[in-house]
């Protein structure tokens, strides 16, 4: 896990800990892969060493085999000797028409890896049912990295925490009571067994064995930060292998004494993640590990943002040099992240110190060398500078900020309110008391529940049981306040007539915890409602997945308070990239053209969302907007980002 006092000093200000960043790639520059090995893959050059995963590994432990000509392990050490320098970057957190541009801006940072997660979660999103298209389509995500001439590592979890919903995890997990995550629980197990059944058939012909840009493949995620259950660590390992991955598995886990015993799985390569204090982070590596190559596979050079924090920053120059002396050390290093990206529509994770929830950002830019919108920042030049003393000139050439829209603003043409729209929007269920989203097979979104109050209750408090995350609530339509699940607003002063009333509760999913102990994080409501002490019954609950909005049927623009659909219209001569500021909104989501960039909210410290040219359209572009609370006048268009007061 990350230490979160190390990050603290890293970005000179506290943050809570976070889940196991992703990624491991390379910074040299990209080479020609090599043919073949003629001898297939049984060969095994003479001066072989120790075994690693069942894998061969040769020259002081530098190169492993897969079936051609030995290759760097885990971008572990380059040909000529001198260490390896990787990237993160995650294919699900940047449109697909743009993985080309932003691998291409890595490469010229003077990488020859780059390493992405695989979110569960995104293929899965209901059991049984796997998609690997679109913004799923990892495998042509790797075929461009082939293309390029990048080596890639995969991080397949099935926990991937990146401060990515659920670190992952297929919200159908949490729909049974009796299931137990990250240990050997059958059902659990057998859920990832099926998963990997789907999803190593599409990996294999990606495999380096196979002539692929595959070139290892790590097992879990940081799970000396959560457990010790090493039998389960290995049922994964030999789970990779069974369905043949035949490249070299590491494990990557905090640089502790306490961590790294939890989570090294004998046999199997142990690499460290870390952000500062190299020497003593990969020294203590060197006490479990004495021989084999050295790694940090996350160089946390950079953080993220969650709601109501200032944006993360780390100076260039302070993050370059402790990039230099990793790279003095002789060890390999995977920079984290080289590419941030976005957590667009619902998909952003959260954080819970143990007292408060902690919801993440829509932009993961995560302070990182090429930026949200693909811009290079002063880091990526010094990072580059550091790496081309190690390796010599990097032959790439540096390319252009990506085109920008011209700032334009609008306001509002239609609108209309969520609550005349709930029939279009969802089908109701009814229950004896309110159930969580999973229990009625929603992941993402909004939850709607209603029920009939008894009156009277004069003067009267409600409370909410099992609350996750942030609640709406309307008496006979009429705002009464909302409740969040942690801190000072847990319950509302009520007064129901004689006659009785409708209570409405609206329910926003604002990212499953992805990190640390309270995985289990089920949302909308899970215990109760009561008024005093009284338990309130019979409920009329609609899931609001908001994935499809076709149907909504606007009026003229107005003012609506509450939760509303506003929709406008820009127009751009050619698509380029853009950023949405909502000045004078509250909180919410927002649509371009149906495609869900993300989260917005007032708290901050985030101000801008970015929108990405290939959502975008020549001529006339429809934006729709979800406002929770209180709408603004107008929409600005901007050529810039704005992610907020670095502090």
Not at 36 to 65: I, N, Q, V
């Amino acid at each position: 896990m990350r230490d979160p006092e190390e990050a603290g000093r890293r970005t000179r200000r506290k943050v809570s800990p976070r889940c196991p960043p992703h990624s491991i790639t390379g910074g040299a520059s990209a080479r020609r892969r090599p043919p073949a090995c003629p001898s297939g893959p049984g060969h095994r050059p003479a001066g072989g060493g120790t075994t690693l995963s069942g894998f061969p590994l040769y020259g002081r432990h530098r190169f492993a085999h897969v079936g051609r000509t030995p290759f760097r392990l885990l971008p572990l050490i380059e040909r000529s000797g001198s260490p390896d320098k990787a990237s993160s970057i995650h294919y699900f957190r940047v449109h697909p028409e743009l993985w080309e541009d932003r691998l291409l801006r890595l490469r010229a940072m003077g990488v020859n890896t780059v390493e992405t997660y695989i979110a569960w979660n995104l293929h899965q999103p209901t059991p049984g049912q796997t998609d690997f298209s679109g913004q799923a389509d990892v495998a042509r995500f790797l075929r461009t990295a082939a293309r390029l001439d990048l080596d890639v590592i995969v991080r397949p979890g099935p926990y991937i925490c990146a401060e990515w919903e659920f670190g992952g995890l297929p919200a159908w997990l949490l729909a049974d009571p009796g299931l137990r995550l990250r240990r050997t629980d059958d059902r659990y197990l057998a859920a990832v067994d099926a998963w990997f059944d789907q999803l190593i058939p599409v990996l294999r012909p990606m495999l380096a064995g196979r002539g692929g840009p595959v070139i290892a493949v790590q097992v879990e995620n940081e799970y000396g930060s959560y457990g010790h259950d090493t039998h389960y660590l290995d049922h994964l390992r030999q789970g990779l292998i069974r369905r043949g991955v035949d490249c070299p598995l590491f494990t990557a886990d905090g640089a502790t004494d306490g961590v790294l015993r939890g989570g090294m799985l004998p046999g199997t390569l142990a690499t460290a993640t870390f952000g500062s204090r190299p020497e003593e982070s990969l020294a203590t590596l060197r006490r479990h590990q004495p021989t084999g190559p050295l790694m940090c596979s996350e160089y946390w050079h950079g953080w993220f943002d969650h709601w109501g924090e200032h944006h993360h920053v780390r100076k260039a120059d302070e993050a370059a040099v402790e990039l230099d002396r990793m790279l003095t050390q002789g060890a390999s290093v995977n920079i984290y992240m080289g590419h941030g990206g976005t957590n667009f529509g619902w998909w952003n994770g959260a954080n819970h110190n143990e007292t408060d929830y902690q919801p993440t950002c829509t932009s993961y830019d995560y302070d990182a060398p090429v930026g949200e919108a693909g811009e290079l920042t002063e880091k990526f030049h010094a990072f580059r500078a550091v790496i081309e003393r190690h390796r010599g000139p990097i032959s790439y050439a540096i390319p252009a900020t990506p085109d920008r829209l011209a700032p334009q603003t609008v306001r509002p043409n239609g609108a209309v309110a969520l609550a005349d729209c709930l029939d279009v929007l969802s089908a109701p269920r009814r229950r004896l008391s309110p159930e969580p989203m999973e229990v009625l097979g929603q992941s993402l979104g909004l939850i709607h529940y209603r029920t009939w109050l008894r009156g009277p209750f004069p003067d009267s408090t409600l409370r909410v049981h099992g609350l996750a995350d942030r609640a709406q609530v309307f008496l006979d339509g009429v705002p009464l306040g909302v409740l969040e699940r942690t801190g000072a607003l847990d319950a509302l002063p009520i007064t129901v007539p004689d006659t009785g009333a409708e209570l409405d509760l609206l329910v926003e999913n604002m990212g499953r915890i992805n990190y640390g102990p309270l995985l289990e994080d089920r949302k909308g409501i899970s215990g109760g409602v009561r008024i005093d002490g009284q338990y309130q019954f019979d409920w009329e609950i609609r899931p609001l997945p908001l994935t499809d909005l076709a149907g909504l049927r606007f009026g003229t623009a107005e003012q609506i308070e509450g939760p509303a659909f506003h929709r406008a219209t820009l127009e751009v001569p050619e698509p380029a990239d853009g950023f949405l500021a909502l000045p004078g909104w509250t909180k919410g989501q927002v649509w371009l053209n149906g495609f869900a960039l993300g989260r917005h909210w007032d708290r901050g410290p985030q101000r801008t969302l970015y929108a990405p040219a290939p959502v975008w359209r020549a001529g006339r572009n429809e934006l729709v907007i979800l406002e929770l609370h209180r709408p603004g006048e107008r929409i600005e268009l901007c050529d810039a980002p704005d992610l907020g007061p670095t502090g």
